[in-house]
């Protein structure tokens, strides 16, 4: 049932969100968009700024005689969002401000996946939390490279580890008790980020994150299908050689055990390339891109047998959702200007043509910090409570 309430925090969430997005805007401005009563805005706004989440800039820029109006802009010095990506081997950890600035950054050390929750828990109360001093956490967000899945309150991640079964969600309730919590899968985080910090304006993007596995979200009239939880698609797991290696998930030939970064020691060695020079450590592909810029022949090979096979999935992608852009992100864009042509060039000779021709393929403008900052923004814009009624409980939308 919608009540007052409901819909005064909504409303609180609209102007923050326009403030954020529009630095120095004023009461009427703010009215003229949302239409509003100006007496509403201003309400709402006082709101904000006893909350301590807006501050009045004092009179800004008018383009009219008579009084300037007010500027308002979002107090990020006071307000951060503690973010914490669970990876294979490490953490990246980070408090990022209410106006999307890198306030803090490190990473920690993960032994093994057992480790997970307590190593959570350290980095949190023994680093972010001394790290925000007297900014108040919004939040925090736990990033996984897996499905964040409501309907089960689970986490599903063969690359840390987790499955349904493991309680790792209501073992981080516990140890991060007293602060909102949410889950946000990595892909999402990147292709949210695209969509919110770049002039990206297209109404049907697809984000493809070519990283040590393979994902993909998905916007339509700029919403994210199915939330940040990565039960939309798992686009990493389309299958393009029914004859391939066996994958995680148990399928045959998947794209993420042939294009992700962990498949590259094994079609490297397919290719003959030569890899004593790193001395035992695990191929990357930033690697393969500078054996390739210095001139190695089986290196450049390899970069268009990954490009290629990245665009068959991509066609398929193409033919099911009918984007008109398709953003390659992750740690693949390392291969460098080679593999977005050999992506461009495979995907304009299959798929369906009518689909296919319109579509542009182009690489992120963002670094890969931007998983933190999108699910900072991301949790922000969709779960966090302005209303100050924020209480602990699983995000999982």
Same mark, same amino acid.
Not at 99 to 124: C, H, W
Not at 176 to 193: I, K, M, Q, R, S
Not at 274 to 288: E, Y
């Given at each position: ?271 003959? /390339?030569? #890899?004593? *020079?790193?001395? @035992?450590?695990? =191929? ?5 891109? !500078?054996?390739?810029? %210095? ?29 008109? /852009?398709? #953003?390659? *992100?992750?740690? @693949?864009?390392? =291969? ?5 042509? !050999?992506?461009?060039? %495979? ?51």
């Amino acid at each position: 049932m919608i009540t007052q309430q409901i819909i005064r925090s909504e409303n609180l969430r609209r102007i923050y969100h326009l403030i954020d997005r529009n630095a120095n805007i004023s009461r009427a401005n703010l009215a003229g968009i949302t239409s509003l009563s100006k007496t509403t805005v201003s309400s709402l706004v006082d709101e904000l700024i006893r909350g301590g989440y807006v501050v009045d800039c004092g009179a800004g820029v008018s383009v009219h005689q008579g009084r300037r109006p007010n500027a308002l802009q979002v107090d990020g010095d006071s307000n951060v969002v503690a973010v914490i990506s669970w990876r294979r081997g490490r953490l990246d950890i980070a408090l990022v401000s209410s106006d999307s600035r890198m306030a803090y950054r490190s990473q920690a050390p993960l032994n093994a996946p057992e480790e997970g929750v307590e190593q959570i828990r350290r980095a949190f109360f023994e680093v972010l939390l001394p790290a925000a001093g007297s900014a108040r956490i919004m939040g925090v967000c736990v990033i996984i490279p897996g499905i964040v899945d409501e309907e089960r309150q689970s986490l599903f991640s063969t690359v840390i580890g987790v499955g349904h079964d493991d309680p790792v969600v209501p073992q981080l309730q516990q140890a991060l008790a007293g602060y909102p919590l949410c889950f946000l899968n990595d892909t999402a985080c990147l292709g949210y980020a695209e969509r919110v910090f770049t002039p990206v304006r297209d109404p049907y993007v697809a984000y493809v994150n070519v990283s040590k596995g393979v994902g993909a979200c998905l916007f339509a009239e700029d919403r994210m299908l199915r939330g940040a939880g990565a039960v939309g698609t798992q686009f990493g797991h389309f299958s393009i050689d029914r004859d391939g290696p066996l994958c995680d998930c148990g399928n045959r030939g998947c794209l993420e055990c042939l294009v992700g970064e962990n498949a590259l020691g094994r079609r490297a060695a397919e290719r003959g /390339l030569d #890899v004593s *020079g790193l001395g @035992g450590r695990r =191929l990357l592909f930033s690697d393969v891109a !500078a054996m390739a810029d %210095a001139g190695d022949e089986k290196a450049r090979a390899l970069i268009g047998d990954l490009g290629r096979d990245l665009a068959y999935g991509i066609s398929n992608l193409i033919a099911l959702f009918n984007p008109s /852009l398709v #953003v390659l *992100g992750g740690t @693949g864009v390392t =291969l460098g200007p080679a593999f977005l042509e !050999a992506v461009r060039t %495979a995907l304009a000779g299959m798929g369906f043509p009518e689909f296919v021709s319109r579509v542009r393929v182009e690489y992120s403008r963002l670094g890969l910090d931007a998983e933190l900052t999108g699910a900072a923004q991301y949790y922000i814009d969709t779960h966090y409570d302005f209303s100050g009624n924020t209480q602990q409980r699983l995000f999982l939308r």
